[in-house]
């Protein structure tokens, strides 16, 4: 009988590279970077010592945030020519936070191989180590930069329990920290900075704690916060009740008001009025 033979198909492999110390990068991943045609790198200098380093000797296209449409139909027809093609960017994993998804998005639907080579990513680095809850876990990305639209993205998870993973970036993570303790209100976080550097850092405090805190701004940032762990309670005890636990736990009046309006969907004045009557 005929052997059945499958045709090799050409290849994106999306290729996760070190987060920070070089030795992060896996047999494969060097092993497919040797092999493939070309490599399609965010950034070729940034890239240029990650496979110097490795002796990975091969050609490289920019492929970034702006001028990844452009890039688009050289890269089809690479894949079309039978050009096995290699996706890294600056660190971690493609697409995370990082220019991927698009182009992987295309490949697909052109009828072409996506095949992943697994690797760093600093969000499953800083989860781990966090010591809070793993699963589940929604992972936000970098918050929209703006204090309004900030606000907005954090009010949708006030309720939930999941752990949350956001990026950021050492020159706003105070005032980040700042947002998230008015938003979500005392909460355990971890907070880790250059992952697997000489200089890493995880510090697991409090968000009450972590405020009053001078943070370096040098090195890259993962916030981990713990998810509600009064949600189910927020609802069995009064609005009164709800406020005092919000405040004992460090934040001040008005802003446990304002949470406590905003969890359970009523009107800041019927909080403020509850409270200041139980006061009299
Ligand atoms: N693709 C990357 C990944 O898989 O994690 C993420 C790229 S994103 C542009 C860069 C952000 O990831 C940084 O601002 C920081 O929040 C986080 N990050 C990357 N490397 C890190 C590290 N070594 N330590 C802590 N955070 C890191």
Redesign the pocket.
């Known amino acids: 009988m005929q052997k059945s033979f499958k045709e090799p198909k050409p290849t994106l492999y999306v290729v996760?590279t070190p987060?920070?110390n070089l030795k992060d990068i896996t047999y494969r991943a060097v092993e497919i970077l040797n092999e493939v045609d070309v490599i399609l790198a965010e950034d070729t200098r940034t890239s240029s010592v990650l496979l110097n380093h490795y002796q990975i000797k091969k050609p490289m296209i920019s492929y970034h945030e702006f001028n990844k449409d452009e890039k688009e139909s050289q890269i089809i027809n690479l894949l079309s020519e039978q050009k096995n093609i290699a996706l890294i960017?600056?660190?971690?994993?493609?697409g995370?936070?990082?220019p991927g998804f698009e182009i992987i998005k295309k490949v697909i639907e052109s009828g072409y191989h996506v095949v992943s080579i697994p690797g760093?990513?600093?969000?499953l680095a800083?989860v781990v180590t966090s010591g809070l809850i793993i699963q589940p876990f929604t992972f936000l990305g970098f918050l929209p930069r703006k204090q309004v639209d900030m606000k907005k993205t954090l009010s949708e998870y006030i309720n939930r329990k999941e752990t949350l993973i956001i990026?950021?970036?050492p020159m706003r993570i105070e005032k980040t920290i700042k947002v998230i303790y008015q938003i979500l209100g005392e909460r355990n976080i971890s907070l880790?900075?250059?992952?697997?550097?000489t200089f890493e850092t995880i510090i697991r405090t409090t968000l009450s704690q972590a405020i009053e805190m001078e943070h370096n701004t040098k090195?890259?940032?993962?916030i981990i916060i713990e998810g509600d762990t009064h949600f189910q309670e927020s609802f069995n005890e009064s609005v009164v009740d709800h406020v005092q636990r919000l405040i004992q736990s460090g934040i001040t009046e008005k802003d446990a008001m304002k949470q406590v309006a905003v969890q359970r969907g009523i009107p800041k004045s019927d909080v403020y009025q509850a409270f200041k009557i139980d006061k009299k």
Do not use: F, H, M
């Open positions: 996760s987060i920070g960017s600056d660190a971690g994993t493609p995370i936070n990082d760093a990513s600093a969000l800083a990026y950021e970036s880790a900075r250059e992952l697997t550097k090195g890259e940032y993962v």
